[in-house]
């Protein structure tokens, strides 16, 4: 005859068996999201898309690109400007183009990040997917199709266990400049809605 303390004992150690099979199964994914992110850089862990704000692209009046970056589960870029001791800004710089004036680079502000590897400083990163803009001129007198315009970027790429490695990139984007355009129609209005991008060319730092 099996006493009633026996079957007790046997449902607790069931009830603690489910837990510790718990247990295992949460740390286990928990390690395969932290395994998704690695500083290894022959497996890109930022992708980067420049999107012109419209198809065609005007001549003789401004827009924008918009730099999309997508940064993998468990890693971050520092922000431009990250606002803290550590790390490196984001870059985004346009190679000089004739007949293109670029104005200045409109950066995410990113958002609060706390170093726990560092005694809790803190500073500003991009995670996931960030949204940066680059004002764009055309002169008209360069009108043709297609623009290419390649960009420059660079900065610091961190894990969340604190390794970081110098982090650059080059990213080209193909802009349709017919010699007499029809009306510019946007792309991904997502990205570009409310966006007064035109208004940076007035501030220093210009290339024209």
């Not at 992708?47 to 401004?62: F, H, K, L, M, S």
């Not at 190679?95 to 500073?123: A, C, H, Q, W």
């Not at 400049?177 to 409310?194: I, S, W």
Request: net charge negative; proline share 8%; glycine share 8%.
């Amino acid at each position: 005859m099996i006493h009633s303390k026996s079957i007790t004992r046997i449902h607790c150690n069931k009830k603690w068996l489910a837990v510790w099979f718990a247990l295992i199964a949460f740390t286990v994914n928990a390690q395969s999201a932290k395994a998704q992110f690695s500083l290894d850089t022959s497996k890109p862990q930022v992708r980067v898309e420049a999107i012109p704000q419209y198809d065609p692209a005007p001549t003789g009046q401004p827009f924008a690109l918009a730099i999309v970056f997508d940064i993998a589960p468990g890693g971050h870029l520092y922000a431009n400007p990250k606002k803290g001791e550590l790390g490196l800004d984001t870059k985004i710089t346009p190679v000089s183009l004739e007949g293109i004036r670029f104005g200045n680079v409109v950066y995410d502000p990113g958002i609060l990040y706390t170093d726990k590897n560092n005694e809790g400083m803190t500073n500003q990163v991009y995670e996931g997917k960030v949204v940066c803009y680059l004002p764009v001129e055309i002169d008209k007198a360069y009108a043709k199709s297609p623009l290419t315009v390649d960009l420059n970027l660079s900065g610091l790429l961190c894990s969340e266990d604190g390794s970081c490695i110098p982090w650059d990139d080059k990213v080209s984007v193909s802009i349709n400049v017919p010699a007499d355009p029809p009306a510019a129609k946007m792309n991904q209005e997502e990205l570009f809605a409310g966006k007064n991008i035109a208004l940076v060319f007035s501030g220093p730092g210009v290339d024209s």
